[in-house]
């Protein structure tokens, strides 16, 4: 015998060999095997009753309702047989399992689609949210100038728009008819109340009284004191009038320019100080509830990244956009450095104490449209559904209005899994499209 005909000899008696140890398994486990795909009971070597069922679910203790499949649960019988869509082999519902959902999950299947559960705790809870904010000016702090006269720009000193001026420096100088005559008349009254009088008795008092109301009129057109203490030591009306700005800050709006005709009321200036800033957040009607005037927040900006400013909340405000169903919150900060510019985008991160709240993990609960279910776990590895309400949620966790206590233990992983196994025998009310 050549050497092919050794090695197709040899090839014929391993398959021969491999054929008989398959026929000699199938022959071994052939109950089980019909046991698990038929859903029979079988009883161990400890003479303990055993459900295999495709589906895992136990009729242990219980009898049994109606016979369905696991593809297609709307297909019920009262006796087993075969699925009239699918042909699959009809599984038991019992009794408790159809009025309560119970599932029953074994060791083995709980541990293949790694179920886990988790303890419902009474604990602090601290709401955090983020609210998207801008830096703006701080409107306490912004200086118009206008006059109170009508004239002509006959100098202009501060001719930019984002120029640094200081409280007291000289703007522009004005022409103004009105303005002049006025002066000339506080001049030639104040002369007089510095003349003694022709004749015992009067006059004086007089004379004071003109001087005083002049003076009161310069101011009125708003002239200062140190302006008509000038005006006195020098004996003559001044043609052109100086405009000092009233406050500190940076020129953020110029409307005039020189030899131009201005009349009383129009604003020229507009000045603010930037070290101080607003930031205006608009919160979320459903955040609403959390924040308070003197809360605390951080407030971030992609200008600076890596860096963040404590503040709080200094004004609520009383209305809600419309169009956005937002509230305006408003915190102030301290700007001596001049890094926060108006315009500039800000997140803001607000927290609240909501104190000790049941709390359950996220992961534990199943959306069913206008229902949230968790399954608690009862021991031997049954789970039943349970329909709770929810509040706020932080850092993973839902608060518990109603449904569970603390203690009790829900599943946190594989919930999809025992609630696609739970919908096939569970009691119709938990999965109804309407509460």
């Not at 924040?291 to 503040?311: F, H, K």
Request: hydrophobic letters at 40%; aromatic letters at 6%; one cysteine or more.
């Amino acid at each position: 015998m050549n050497a092919a005909n050794r090695d197709a000899a040899r090839s014929r008696l391993v398959s021969i060999a491999l054929i008989a140890t398959l026929a000699a398994l199938a022959l071994i486990f052939r109950r089980p095997l019909v046991a698990w795909f038929s859903g029979e009971r079988l009883v161990g070597a400890s003479g303990a009753s055993v459900t295999a069922q495709a589906s895992g679910l136990s009729a242990v203790g219980s009898s049994i309702d109606h016979y369905t499949c696991a593809m297609h649960p709307s297909v019920k019988q009262a006796a087993r047989g075969k699925c009239p869509i699918c042909g699959m082999d009809l599984i038991p519902v019992t009794k408790e399992q159809q009025q309560e959902g119970v599932v029953l999950i074994d060791d083995a299947r709980r541990q293949l689609i790694g179920v886990r559960t988790e303890t419902v705790v009474l604990a602090p809870m601290r709401q955090d949210f983020r609210a998207v904010g801008h830096v703006t000016y701080d409107e306490s702090s912004l200086a118009d100038v206008n006059l109170k006269v009508h004239g002509w720009i006959t100098k202009l000193y501060v001719s930019e728009t984002g120029q640094k001026v200081t409280r007291g420096q000289t703007l522009l100088s004005l022409y103004s008819p009105e303005l002049y005559n006025a002066e000339q008349d506080f001049i030639l009254a104040a002369r007089g109340a510095a003349t003694p009088p022709l004749s015992p008795g009067g006059g004086p008092d007089r004379a004071d009284t003109l001087a005083r109301a002049a003076r009161q009129r310069l101011h009125l057109l708003g002239l200062e004191d140190a302006q008509i203490d000038m005006l006195t030591k020098q004996g003559a009306p001044s043609e052109s009038v100086p405009i000092t700005a009233p406050a500190s800050g940076y020129v953020i709006e110029k409307n005039v320019v020189e030899g131009a005709s201005v009349d009383a009321g129009v604003r020229l200036y507009r000045i603010a100080a930037l070290t101080k800033v607003w930031i205006e957040a608009q919160i979320y009607e459903a955040d609403l509830a959390h924040v308070r005037a003197g809360q605390g927040a951080s407030v971030t900006l992609d200008y600076l990244p890596g860096r963040s400013y404590d503040a709080k909340v200094a004004y609520v405000y009383p209305y809600l956009d419309p169009q956005t169903r937002t509230a305006q919150v408003r915190l102030e900060l301290a700007n001596k450095d001049l890094d926060l510019r108006p315009g500039m985008y800000a997140t803001v991160s607000l927290g609240a104490d909501l104190g000790p709240r049941v709390q359950v993990p996220s992961a534990a609960i199943v959306y069913t449209g206008p229902r949230r279910l968790v399954f608690v776990d009862l021991g031997q590895g049954r789970f039943r559904p349970q329909e709770v309400s929810v509040g706020a949620e932080s850092n993973g966790m839902y608060e518990v209005l109603s449904g569970l206590k603390a203690g009790d233990q829900v599943a946190t992983s594989g919930v999809f899994l025992i609630a696609a196994e739970a919908r096939i025998s569970t009691a119709s009310k938990y999965w109804a499209s309407t509460p």
